[in-house]
């Protein structure tokens, strides 16, 4: 749902940064139960909190989403198959 809300209308993101909604999103992108499709759409909302947002920056800093995303770079491909596109 957030994920369209954003799309339509970013003002949302000073919501989610100053309730601590980006918590979630990093936690869930972080998440290896989560399907890719799902981890995508946790990267959007994210992105778009950090987007000329200060204190969205400051937050999404503080709870680790950039060792979150390298972690991610990082991380052996563990199937063979290439991945369908969304």
Same mark, same amino acid.
């Given at each position: 749902i957030w994920t369209k809300i954003l799309a339509l209308n970013k003002s949302c993101q000073v919501d989610l940064a100053k309730d601590g909604g980006h918590k979630?999103?990093?936690?869930? #992108?972080?998440?290896?139960?989560?399907?890719p499709e799902q981890r995508a759409m946790a990267a959007f909302v994210l992105a778009v909190i950090v987007d000329g947002y200060k204190l969205g920056k400051e937050s999404c800093l503080k709870a680790n989403?950039?060792?979150?995303? #390298?972690?991610?770079?990082e991380a052996p491909q563990l199937c063979e198959q290439p991945a369908e596109p969304l």
């Open positions: 979630y999103f990093i936690t869930f #992108l972080d998440s290896s139960d989560a399907f989403l950039i060792g979150v995303c #390298l972690g991610h770079l």
